[in-house]
């Protein structure tokens, strides 16, 4: 049919062709047409596979969503605009009201910043445990209206390790979900679903993108599980990824296992000169033999134990915001897990909606200064490290 110049711009010829990319497709579209109206209500009634509008589903997400639930070895993975959208689809996805959460603490701030929140507002409620007693302690804290056990390892900022395995056993014994922060380590280190967790949780902002140009989320777990929040949750709170960031993440997973491997390096040379400065009162990093966790994460974590870390400086808070001040290589910036040495102060930065004793509960110190351990040559990012400290 012929049809006018006005028709022709907006309707396109429609390419069909076999897809041979190497690098996966970005697909922009926000909606996707219909072959017949029976088609469309199969589709919507889910009688048959394929994409309707890309808040509910997306060629380009849904490769981000293979690809994350292979690296994790989980059965299906969810992928949202953000961490905090994945975990506010998860908290509602699988709470009733009046339901509790027992987190380990500390955690990263917005997910503390949420829960309270939430319990202020009366939809649930949300009982803290140190991480250091979590195991010790948990089984005590559970009660019939808990729900789910939420937990990070390495911990934010204080790098806590948490024994998954033994908190696995505890929850599949109560019939209670266990949830993991998986963020710091990543599944190159680390995999929770293997030590009996039921969800994994991802900031995709962090090291999956690794490149400090995207914003993203993820859960990946049981088939059943994912599906329900899908369709419960994420449709409806509408807490979507772009297909371009979807894209910019499966980019990033692409150097994954080598950025890893050198964060790794990386922050245990760092992390064993620190604890000889004597500037450093204390460092938290799991790769110490020193370190509390160490053997716990030496028995769960594979191939290292990523790039973050934590020291107290020596004279508190006022030595760690020179110190902070004074350097010139490494960033001055919230986030983790990036090409780039990022360094950021949590009592006032990403963790400053607690309370002072809140953070102090949380081991979380006025002189603590949290290091993501970039990419650079390591003997740069000692020399900075160094000068500033000397300057503080």
């Not at 339901?99 to 917005?110: A, H, L, M, N, T």
């Not at 899908?230 to 993440?249: C, M, Q, T, Y």
Request: charged letters at 30%; glycine letters at 8%; aromatic letters at 8%.
């Amino acid at each position: 049919m012929d049809k006018n110049i006005e028709t022709n711009c907006v309707h396109s010829p429609k390419i069909e062709y076999e897809l041979r990319d190497i690098s996966p497709p970005i697909h922009l579209s926000s909606t996707f047409y219909f072959k017949s109206a029976s088609e469309g209500r199969e589709l919507f009634e889910g009688k048959r596979e394929g994409y309707i509008y890309t808040r509910l589903s997306n060629p380009t997400i849904k490769v981000l969503e293979d690809t994350l639930a292979k690296l994790e070895n989980g059965e299906k993975a969810l992928c949202f605009s953000s961490g905090m959208g994945a975990i506010s689809a998860l908290i509602f996805g699988v709470l009733n009201q009046g339901e509790k959460v027992i987190f380990s603490d500390p955690v990263y701030g917005g997910t503390y910043a949420l829960f309270k929140r939430l319990e202020r507002k009366g939809f649930f409620k949300f009982k803290g445990i140190k991480a250091k007693e979590f195991t010790e302690k948990l089984e005590k804290e559970i009660d019939r209206k808990t729900k789910l056990v939420y937990i990070e390892t390495p911990s934010n900022p204080t790098l806590d390790i948490i024994d998954i395995e033994e908190v696995a056993r505890i929850t599949k014994k109560k019939g209670i979900l266990l949830v993991v922060d998986n963020t710091f380590a990543t599944p190159y280190h680390q995999r929770p679903l293997e030590l009996g967790a039921d969800i994994v949780i991802h900031s995709l902002t962090k090291y999956l993108g690794g490149h400090t140009d995207l914003i993203g989320g993820a859960l990946i777990g049981k088939r059943e599980l994912m599906e329900e929040i899908d369709k419960e949750e994420r449709a409806h709170i509408g807490a979507i990824i772009s297909p371009f960031n979807a894209w910019l993440v499966l980019r990033g997973i692409r150097t994954l296992a080598v950025r890893m491997r050198v964060h790794s390096e990386n922050a245990m040379t760092l992390a064993k000169f620190l604890k000889e400065h004597p500037k450093v009162k204390e460092v938290f990093y799991p790769g110490l033999e020193s370190f509390e966790g160490h053997k716990i994460a030496k028995k769960q974590m594979k191939k290292g134990f990523s790039g973050m870390l934590s020291f107290i400086h020596k004279n508190g808070k006022d030595g760690a915001m020179k110190f902070i001040d004074s350097l010139e290589l490494c960033i001055k910036a919230v986030s983790l897990g990036a090409v780039e040495t990022l360094v950021e102060h949590p009592a006032s930065m990403t963790h400053s909606t607690m309370e002072e004793e809140e953070l102090m509960n949380a081991g979380i110190h006025p002189g603590l200064v949290r290091i993501s351990v970039g990419i650079e040559n390591i003997e740069d990012i000692i020399r900075d490290i160094d000068r500033a400290l000397s300057k503080s």
